[in-house]
Each structure stands twice: as structure tokens, then as C-alpha cells.
């Protein structure tokens, strides 16, 4: 097993050198120029030429290029010009924020998604499957920035039932120490119940924002794995020797069904990580997403680089993790490097 | 000087709602940490503490003004709707306590009694220290510090421990006010050595992160993006101690949560939000919304000179009577901005900027000029706009685009990114562009020199020369410097009435800078950077 997952990390190596290659590469083919822009509104050709010194932008693209992977290999992504910190700590910082969101989100959607396709799957036609087909062509057919608008305006502005959209806590509560960087665990660490429930109340819209967005692909594959599974022979032998309906379905059925379900997930929440940027938009959530947008549109290298390779590192991860969850699930599927 | 705030225009679904009136819920504690509290939301937060960094952004501006003093700053006079405006003449001591002005020098004497946030005196070497930084390090402070002909640490004298004398290069008018301005803010000079570097003398990097000044503030929390956390400084002697103790500053992008959070009651105070929002929110009455004019700034159509056909005065004629004025006014501002157009035929040109040209929407009499110019069939052209401001110039530009169709001038819009922008504006090659050029100090002359005057700073984008034009802004400036007033009124009006004439650029109107707050919050006033000073508000 440790073997198979060295190997898969090594494979892994080419292609993390061809995005650390192709993100260099582009980010430098974008217009604007930085040095311009950093220099102010007011600032003379001199000034500008000053900056660029400063920031190293004059020298050949090769010899920037050198100069950032060496400082890649000893950990450092440089600093952002915008915010003006080392893009590492940023991306550790931002990183908590985006994976928690997204996680809960992406449980949320579970709870709600999967028993929605099963049930869907076992009585096609019926009021449930209706139900099933309606949520999922409005959840993929709602932008995610209205949703979350909606449910701010609801919710917040209306009813006055969520606190406002400042990001991951109430003003005047202070984080807790960082443990894991997610404020529901760390805030259970520091026995802060307060700021527990500030943050969960925190969570609520923009999750459930993420969820109604993931739901449809979720429960779309979940019923139809379901449906196919139900069908086949095995289903058949089971019910025909008298086990129970939800022996059937729960041990048979849905085991079978699972493996398409999970390659979803992991393509829902690569998907969530990254394009959760409206909706850290809406909640004001110092997330990754906003981060590398606002870099961007400012011309600033460093952490767009930082993010689409921290973005690279999480797929070959996650890829690793739902090649081995295949292997538990399903034991005829064996790592093969 | 800089451009104005952004103003990024996402309407957000809150728009047109009213809000039950149902109070945030509060813990008592909490509620105590409230009223000293001033929760700031805004679009945008600092990208450095320290306005003498590389590439501060507007924000940082804000931090600096807040958390540094300076040598001196202005009265307020009463402007604008009762509003406190900042007094463009007068000086008030900050953490001088007299100012004494020779004919080549000034002197000023320091209090005593002012200490740094980490409790040591404030002495002639920080100040002197200081000003040498903010004329050596290069980039935005030292072009401003040259605004005022202070470009060498020679010129900056430690006479005694508490005793500072600054000696004039030339006379300049501009001087004593650009001493006046955020960057000339005065930094501990120990504490900041101490942290410096080889490669980074002026310990840039130090005060980056971390406020080290003797300001009425200092930012004790700082999230880049996410929130700046603000505490008084309770030993301020530079004037009367502030009566927020905490001010919490949060980014919140969404425009619309941003206005829903001002209407719930949840944020003290806000700007950058849609005109049509704060013209919503004025006319509904629940929040106290502020609207002044840009000092010394204007919104323009731009036109570059050098090449055909805005080479021809009848063309740049022509298109400023082709204008769709009161249409921008109504559409894209809501009516929030000072039109610089219209002024009766016969209304004498005044010493004062910015004021209205004569030109308004007349579509007979620019067809005219155009046919004058041998345009007759119009002609094609593209016309270019900063996307981070793209809320007001988006539809301006497209009322434009329809307006000049009408004189068969088909005309192409060119987006341009914000990180582009100056770039841009730099090459000079867009030959119709809009913009707007705002100075920190509020001289005519000042905007002259930079926007018309010959030398073709970035700043003149209609790259415009003029012998004559050069001699009556020169002559202004001099005629200021010498207190020739019968010679400066003249030089005025004279650079005035020729760029009307010459119109290179077409005034369109005078911006407002917009704040909302809460009925509860007093002590606004309005600086020429445009951005919040927290040490005359106050709550409740």
C-alpha cells in the first residue's frame, strides 16, 4: 500500500513541474504591468522604473524564473503585493477558511443529496423523485453569488435570523488560538462556546449556499447508480431469497452504487474549492478563492502562482485519497501503480 | 493625489428594500464594547500600514492619517451643507506646537510632551529622520514630497532636541501645505532602525506590518483583506483625545451587503458603495448620508491632441458640444456631482477651479463645427475607460458612444483593466478616453501644471502643449510664490479661459465622494484625501 501511494506521488512530480511552469509562464504573458500599477497614480517614469527594480521585474524572464523556483524549493511563494504578505502564510491562513466552507457545505449536501437519489432511485415516478428531479435542476440552474444574495436578503436582511455576512466570525468576538485553522474545532479546543456558536451561525448560509450548488450532481448520480444497481442480477437474487427491502438497498444496493457517487464527490468538492469565489465574495469569507481573484485583477504574481499550485498539490491528494477509498469500497479494485 | 475611492458598482438585491427596524442582538458586554466600537465597512482594505511603502494603496492612506501625526494639519471650516471641511489655508499645529515661516525657511517647535506608542519622546532626529525617508525612498511619497520643492534631506535641519527648521529650494507656495498632506507623517526613527535592514534602510518591510508612530491610533490586528483593528492611543497629546476607543475596519466586497449592514444597523459607516444606492438611502431618510465634492477634481473626456482628428480645435469643439451632459448627470450619478458645464454665455471666468465651461448638449452646432473641419461624414474612433471604476464610467461611455453616432462618429469602447490602466495612460496613445484627475492640494495651478502644463507629465494624457498655455501656469506659480495677487488672478483665468478654448479635455463634472453612517455616528469631516478621520467622531 505505502509503496503504491510513493508511486502515485511520483507521478504526480511531472505535472507539478508543468503547472509550476505554465502558471510562471502566464501570469507573465497577462497585460498590465505591475511596476505601474504599484507605483501609484501619480508616479513619474523614473518612479516606475524604480519599483520594477525593486520588485526585480527588469531582469530577464529567465532569470526570474530561476530566482522563483529556487525560492519554491526552500518553501517560499514570494510575497503579494496587494496584501503585501508572504503568499504562504496567506494560503495557510485562507486555506482553513475555504476547506472548512466547503466541507460542511459538501456535508450538508451529502446529508441531503444521497437519501434524496436512494429514495428517488427506489420509487422512479413517484412525488420523491419529482422532488429529487425539481431541487437538482434549480440548485444547478441557481448561480451560486444569487443564491447566497438571496439567502442574505432573507435571512439577514429580512428576517433578521443570521448575523451579518462579515466573514467568518461576529465582529466583536476575537479567534481562537490556531489548532487546525477550522474555527468549529479550534473554538471546541479553546472551550469557547460563544465564539463556537459564532462561528457555526457564521457557516449556516454561506454551507448551505455551496450545498444547494452541489446538490444536483450528488443526487443526480446517486439515483442513477441506484437505478442501474437495482437492475441487476445481484438485486434480483437478493430480493428473490427473501432478504429484507432495506437489507437490500442499504447493503447490497447502495454499496454497489457507491463508486460512481464517490468519483462525483471528489470532482463536487475539487470544484467547490475552487470556485467558491462568489460566495466568499457574498459572505465576505477570507477565503483562497477571493484571494487569488483579487491578486489577479491586480497583476500580482506571486499568489496567483501560489494558489493555482497549492490548487495542483490538493488534486494530486485528493485524486490519491479516492483511488484508496475505491480499493475500500470495492475490493476488486486494486492499486495498481 | 489620487484617483478616487473605488466605487465598484455591484448592485446588490438589497437595493430598493426597507429594512424592518429590528436592533442587532447584543450581550451586554458586548453591547458596552459596541458604543465604543466604530465598525467601518468598505470594499477595499490596506495592502501597507505605512504610506512611505512600495505600492500603498488608497486604504493604507487612511491607516497613515490615522495612526501618524504630522509636523502640522488644517482647520475645518464649515462646507458644503453644514458639513466640517478641511480649511485649504489655514494650518493648526498637530505635533508642532508654533510654526514659525521665514522668507527661505520654517521653523517649528515640537511638544514636549509627545511620546510614541511605545512611550518614547518624539524628538527632532525622528522628525528629521522621517522627511529624509519620505524624500529618499522614491516612488508616490517622494514624488508628493517634490510637489512642494522638498526633494533633499539637506533641506531638513535638526536646530535642537525639540526645535525642526525646513529650508526652502525655492519659494514655493506649495510647501508649507504639502507639509500638511499624509505623507510627510513623522515615524520613530529608533524603533524602526532597530528592525531595518542593509537592503532595507528605511525599514520599509518593519513598518509595513506595524504602525510605529505617535498617532491618535495604532492598528493592534491586521488581516490583509479581511479587517484592520484599530485601539486609541490614550497618552495623544497632539490634540483632543478621541472619543472611539476601538475602531474595527471590515472588507466586505458585496456592495449590496454592504448597504444591508448599514440599513440592519450592524455597520457604523460606509463609502464605496453605488450611486444609486446612496441616492436611495438619502431619499429613505434612515441613514445620514454625506455627499461633498471632489476637491480640485474633475471627471473628463480626454482627447489626444497629437493625432488626427483631435489634432483640429474644431473637432475637440465639436465634441464637447456633443456631450450627453445632463444625461450622465441623471443616469450614471443619480445627480450626486457638480456639472462643469452650462455656464451662461456671459458669466465671467472666475479665479477658481474647478468651475463649469460654457459648452452644453448642442447637436446642430457640433454637426456644424465637424463639417467646418471636413468631418461632415464623422469618422472612427475608440474610446477607452479604467474597468475598476467601470459603475460610472461604463454608461458614460456608452451615452457617449450613442451621442457621437449621432454626428456619424462611430465609435469603438475599449475595457481597460485597472492593472492596465496606467500603463495605458502612460504610452499616451488612446485617442478618446475619460478619467478623472483629483489633487491633494487645492490649487489651480497645481492641476494646471500637472494636467496641461508642456512638460507632458502622465497626468496631461491629451499629451497637450501649448507655448502660451506653459507661460500663464509658470507665471501663476511664480506670481503665487510672490504673493503678486493682480498677477496670479490674471495668469488664471487667462490658463482657464485657454483651455476652455483649446479644450483638449472636456470638463464633464465635479465627483462627490459619498458617505453613509448611522444617524447615531457625528464628527464626519471631509480632507482632501477623502478618507475618514476617526479623531473627531464620535458615537451616540
Not at chain 1, 524572464?61 to 503585501?84: C, K, M, P
Request: proline share 6%.
Amino acid at each position: 500500500m505505502l509503496t503504491l501511494i510513493g508511486k502515485r506521488l511520483l507521478f504526480a512530480i511531472p505535472s507539478l513541474i508543468g503547472v509550476v511552469i505554465v502558471t510562471f509562464l502566464l501570469t507573465r504573458a497577462l497585460p498590465g504591468d505591475p511596476a505601474a500599477y504599484f507605483a501609484g497614480p501619480a508616479a513619474t517614469k523614473e518612479a516606475v522604473d524604480q519599483i520594477r527594480k525593486k520588485l526585480g521585474f527588469d531582469k530577464p524572464l529567465i532569470e526570474q524564473f530561476v530566482r522563483y523556483t529556487s525560492d519554491l524549493a526552500h518553501g517560499d511563494l514570494g510575497t503579494s503585493l496587494t496584501t503585501g504578505q508572504p503568499v504562504a502564510a496567506e494560503l495557510r491562513n485562507r486555506l482553513p477558511a475555504s476547506a472548512e466552507l466547503t466541507l460542511l457545505g459538501l456535508v450538508v449536501s451529502i446529508v441531503i443529496a444521497i437519501p434524496l437519489g436512494v429514495l428517488a432511485a427506489t420509487r422512479p415516478g413517484s412525488w420523491i423523485d419529482h422532488l429529487c428531479r425539481v431541487t437538482t435542476t434549480a440548485g444547478v440552474s441557481l448561480p451560486v453569488f444569487f443564491t447566497g444574495l438571496v439567502l442574505v436578503y432573507v435571512f439577514y436582511f429580512r428576517l433578521g435570523w443570521a448575523p451579518a455576512p462579515l466573514g467568518r466570525l461576529d465582529v466583536f468576538y476575537s479567534a481562537p488560538p490556531t489548532v487546525t485553522g477550522f474555527y468549529l474545532i479550534d473554538t471546541l479546543i479553546a472551550r469557547d462556546f460563544e465564539a463556537f456558536r459564532s462561528a457555526f451561525s457564521q457557516l449556516i448560509l454561506p454551507a448551505v449556499t455551496l450545498a444547494i450548488f452541489s446538490l444536483a450532481p450528488i443526487a443526480r448520480m446517486t439515483r442513477a447508480s441506484m437505478l442501474a444497481v437495482l437492475a441487476s442480477d445481484f438485486v434480483r437474487t437478493a430480493r428473490a431469497s427473501g432478504l429484507s427491502p432495506g437489507k437490500v438497498i442499504v447493503t447490497y444496493a447502495f454499496r454497489n452504487a457507491m463508486l460512481p457517487v464517490i468519483t462525483t464527490l471528489s470532482m463536487v468538492f475539487s470544484f467547490l474549492l475552487g470556485a467558491n469565489v462568489l460566495v466568499e465574495k457574498v459572505f465576505a469569507w477570507p477565503g483562497i478563492g477571493s484571494y487569488a481573484v483579487e491578486a489577479l485583477i491586480a497583476s500580482d504574481f506571486a499568489p496567483v502562482q501560489g494558489f493555482v499550485l497549492t490548487m495542483a498539490v490538493m488534486y494530486v491528494l485528493l485524486n490519491l485519497l479516492i483511488d484508496i477509498l475505491y480499493g475500500v469500497i470495492d475490493p476488486r479494485v486494486r492499486l495498481e501503480g | 493625489m489620487k484617483r478616487r475611492d473605488f466605487l465598484k458598482s455591484v448592485s446588490g438585491l438589497a437595493a430598493g428594500a426597507l429594512a424592518p427596524t429590528a436592533p442587532a442582538i447584543w450581550s451586554p458586554a458586548k453591547a458596552d464594547a459596541r458604543s465604543e466600537t466604530l465598525l467601518i465597512v468598505s470594499e477595499g482594505g490596506p495592502n501597507n500600514l505605512d504610506i512611505h511603502g512600495v505600492g500603498t494603496n488608497v486604504p493604507g492612506y487612511e491607516v497613515s492619517w490615522n495612526c501618524y501625526d504630522r509636523l502640522i494639519s488644517h482647520e475645518m471650516k464649515s462646507g458644503p451643507g453644514g458639513v466640517p471641511y478641511y480649511d485649504r489655508d489655514k494650518f493648526k499645529p498637530e505635533l508642532a506646537e508654533d510654526m514659525k515661516i521665514d522668507d527661505m525657511s520654517v521653523t517649528f517647535k515640537l511638544r514636549k510632551n509627545a511620546k510614541f506608542h511605545d512611550g518614547t519622546p518624539v524628538t527632532a532626529k525622528d522628525v528629521k529622520w522621517s522627511l529624509d525617508r519620505a524624500v529618499s525612498v522614491g516612488g508616490f511619497p517622494t514624488f508628493q514630497m517634490s510637489a512642494g520643492s522638498l526633494t533633499k534631506p539637506e533641506q531638513f535641519v535638526v536646530v535642537d532636541d525639540h526645535t525642526v527648521r525646513v529650508d526652502f529650494l525655492t519659494k514655493d507656495k506649495l510647501t508649507i501645505p504639502d507639509l500638511a498632506v499624509i505623507v510627510p507623517c513623522v515615524v520613530n526613527s529608533e524603533l524602526v532602525k532597530k528592525n531595518a535592514s542593509e537592503k532595507d534602510p528605511w525599514g520599509l518591510e518593519f513598518t509595513k506590518q506595524q504602525t510605529a508612530g505617535s498617532g491618535a491610533y495604532k492598528v493592534t490586528k491586521w488581516t490583509a483583506g479581511t479587517e484592520v483593528v484599530m485601539e486609541r492611543n490614550d497618552d495623544w497629546v497632539s490634540g483632543p483625545l478621541p472619543k472611539i476607543k476601538r475602531v474595527i475596519w471590515r472588507m466586505v466586497p458585496q456592495a449590496g451587503n454592504r448597504r444591508a449592514l448599514l440599513e440592519r444597523g450592524d455597520a457604523d459607516i460606509s463609502y464605496e458603495l453605488p450611486f444609486k444606492d446612496f441616492q436611495e438611502m438619502k431619499a429613505n431618510g434612515k441613514l445620514n448620508v454625506v455627499s461633498l465634492p471632489f476637491s480640485n477634481g474633475i471627471q473628463y473626456i480626454g482627447m489626444n491632441v497629437t493625432k488626427p482628428p483631435f489634432d483640429n480645435p474644431k473637432v475637440r469643439q465639436a465634441m464637447a458640444y456633443a456631450m450627453p451632459y445632463q444625461k450622465i448627470m441623471d443616469a450614471v450619478l443619480f445627480g450626486l456631482a457638480n456639472p462643469m458645464f452650462g455656464a451662461a454665455k456671459d458669466k465671467p471666468t472666475e479665479v477658481a477651479w474647478p468651475q463649469p465651461t460654457k459648452y452644453f448638449t448642442d447637436m446642430e452646432k457640433a454637426k456644424a463645427l465637424l463639417t467646418e473641419a471636413g468631418y461632415a461624414n464623422g469618422f472612427e474612433t475608440t474610446i477607452s475607460f479604467d474597468l475598476n471604476f467601470a459603475g460610472v464610467n461604463e454608461p458614460l461611455c456608452v451615452l457617449v458612444q450613442e451621442s457621437l453616432a449621432q454626428l456619424g462618429i462611430k465609435t469603438t469602447i475599449n475595457k481597460v483593466p485597472g492593472a492596465n490602466w496606467r500603463t495605458e495612460l502612460t504610452k499616451k496613445e488612446m485617442p478618446l478616453f475619460t478619467n478623472v484627475f483629483s489633487g491633494w492640494l487645492d490649487y489651480p495651478e497645481y492641476f494646471f501644471y500637472w494636467c496641461y502644463h508642456g512638460n507632458n507629465s502622465i497626468f496631461n494624457t491629451m499629451s497637450y502643449k501649448s507655448g502660451e498655455m506653459d507661460k500663464l501656469i509658470d507665471g501663476a506659480r511664480i506670481a503665487a510664490a510672490n504673493g503678486d495677487t493682480a498677477a496670479y488672478d490674471a495668469d488664471v483665468k487667462g490658463f482657464v479661459d485657454l483651455a476652455y478654448a483649446d479644450i483638449p479635455r472636456i470638463p464633464l463634472y465635479q465627483p462627490f465622494v459619498n458617505v453613509a453612517m448611522q444617524k447615531n455616528i457625528s464628527g464626519y469631516e471631509y480632507w482632501f484625501h477623502r478618507r475618514l478621520d476617526y479623531r473627531a467622531m464620535a458615537k451616540g
